[in-house]
C-alpha cells in the first residue's frame, strides 16, 4: 500500500519552530496574565505593521472578525451587503448576524473571486459594503472593487482568511479595506493553535470601538459603555501568533514551489482545469484547487490511493439549509454550482515532499490515462 499523502499538514512548520513555540508557552504561564495583555498587544503592532495598516484588533476567529467589522460600520437591519456566492459560510453567517441580507455576486469563471462587473447590477438603495473574499490564496481585483465602491459610495470590507501576505497591484491584502477581517483558524496561511481572528484598519474611531466592542463594550474595566460582546483573541495564541508571523513569506514560497511543481506536472492534461492568477494578483496557494468534470471519479480515485483530497466547498451558501429562508434555488448561481460539482483541492502545505507530489501527480495522469 502506498504512504498516506496527508491534505494538510503541521508537522514540518511545527517541527522547525517547536523550541520557540514552547518558550511562548512559558512565558504566558510565567507571566500570570491570560487576557489583554502584553502578548495581543504585541501582535496586533506586528500584523497591523505586515499589513501595512495603522491599526490591528485580534479577535477571536474570522467570523466574528467580519461582524465586528459590519457592526463598526453601523451595518444591520434592513442593509444589504455584497458577498461572493462561493465562499465559506462564514462570510455569508458574519452579514446574517448582525441581521443584514447577503446579496450574493458570481466569481469570475477563471479566478474564482467575485466578477467585478457583476457587482454594479447588485446594487440597491440599501447596499452598504462589499465583502471581497480572496479565495482560496488569490487576491481579488481590488483595483476594480474600490472604484465600483467609490462611485457609489459603499464600505469595503476584504475577507483574508485565505490570503494572508497576497498582493494586488503590489499592495498587500488586508490594507484595501475600510476595515478588514481575517482568521488564524489552525489550517490559514497564518493559523494560531486554536481559534483566532483579527481586523485591520487605518482608521483609529473603527480600531478602537472593536477594541471596546470584543472587550464587553468597555475600554476602563468594569464601565460598560456600549452592548458588547466576549470576542478576545487570547494572551497564549497572541504569543504563538507573534511567532508564526515571522515565518509567513517563508512558508507562503513554500507554497508557491508546491504549486509550481503541481502546475508543471499537470499542465499537458487538457482534462483538468488548473489554477489561473490575475496578472496584477498574487496567489498564496492556501488551497491548490483543480477543475474536472470527472470531479467525483478522481475524487474517489485518489481517496482509494491513499491520497487525501477534499472539495472547497461542495455546496454553495445560496444552496444551504440554514439559508433556505432566503428562497434560493438551485441554477441561480450557476457558477458557484459548477465550481462545487467539479473542485478538487489537492495536498498543499509547506514541508510537503517533492515525492509526495510526484505520487499525487502520477496518480492523476494513471487516472485520465485510464490505467487504473
Ligand atoms: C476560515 C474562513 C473564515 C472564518 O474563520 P474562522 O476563524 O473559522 O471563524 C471566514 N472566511 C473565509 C473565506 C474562511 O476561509
Not at 210 to 237: C, F, T
Not at 268 to 296: G, M, N, Q, S
Not at 335 to 349: K, Q, R
Request: some cysteine; proline content about 3%.
Amino acid at each position: 500500500m502506498n504512504k498516506l499523502v496527508l491534505f494538510s499538514d503541521f508537522s514540518f512548520i511545527h517541527s522547525q519552530i517547536r523550541d520557540e513555540i514552547f518558550n511562548d508557552f512559558k512565558s504566558v504561564y510565567d507571566n500570570n496574565w491570560f487576557i489583554n495583555g502584553k502578548s495581543v498587544s504585541e501582535f496586533e503592532s506586528k500584523f497591523a505593521l505586515f499589513s501595512n495598516s495603522r491599526f490591528a484588533v485580534g479577535v477571536s476567529n474570522g467570523l466574528d472578525a467580519i461582524f465586528l467589522a459590519l457592526k463598526a460600520l453601523g451595518i444591520g437591519k434592513g442593509d444589504e451587503v455584497i458577498v461572493p456566492s462561493n465562499t465559506f459560510i462564514a462570510t455569508v453567517f458574519a452579514v446574517l448576524n448582525v441581521g443584514a441580507v447577503p446579496v450574493f455576486v458570481e466569481p469570475d469563471y477563471f479566478t474564482y473571486n467575485i466578477d467585478p462587473i457583476l457587482i454594479e447590477g447588485k446594487i440597491t438603495k440599501k447596499t452598504k459594503a462589499i465583502i471581497p473574499v480572496h479565495l482560496y490564496g488569490q487576491a481579488c481585483d481590488m483595483e476594480a472593487i474600490l472604484e465600483i465602491a467609490k462611485i457609489n459610495n459603499l464600505f469595503v470590507i476584504e475577507d483574508n482568511a485565505q490570503g494572508h501576505g497576497a498582493f494586488f497591484n503590489d499592495k498587500i491584502t488586508g490594507s484595501f479595506g475600510e476595515i478588514n477581517a481575517t482568521s488564524f483558524y489552525p489550517g490559514k496561511n497564518i493559523g494560531a493553535l486554536g481559534d483566532g481572528g483579527a481586523v485591520t484598519t487605518n482608521n483609529e474611531s473603527y480600531a478602537s470601538f472593536i477594541k471596546s466592542l470584543r472587550n464587553y463594550g468597555s475600554n476602563k474595566k468594569y464601565h460598560h459603555d456600549i452592548l458588547g460582546y466576549n470576542m478576545r483573541l487570547d494572551e497564549l495564541q497572541s504569543a504563538f501568533l507573534n511567532t508564526k508571523i515571522k515565518y509567513i513569506h517563508q512558508w507562503n514560497n513554500l507554497r508557491v514551489e508546491v504549486a509550481n511543481r503541481y502546475f508543471n506536472s499537470l499542465k499537458d492534461i487538457p482534462e483538468i482545469i488548473l489554477p489561473f492568477c490575475h496578472d496584477k494578483a498574487t496567489h498564496v496557494y492556501h488551497l491548490f484547487v483543480i477543475r474536472t468534470v470527472r470531479r467525483d471519479e478522481l475524487l474517489s480515485y485518489l481517496i482509494s490511493k491513499n491520497i487525501q483530497v477534499l472539495i472547497h466547498y461542495p455546496i454553495p451558501p445560496h444552496l444551504q439549509i440554514s439559508l433556505s429562508f432566503l428562497n434560493y434555488r438551485k441554477g441561480d448561481f450557476v457558477i458557484a454550482e459548477e465550481l462545487c460539482e467539479t473542485s478538487l483541492s489537492l495536498p498543499i502545505w509547506p514541508g510537503i515532499s517533492s515525492n509526495e507530489i510526484d505520487y499525487v501527480t502520477t496518480e492523476i495522469k494513471n487516472f485520465f490515462n485510464g490505467k487504473k
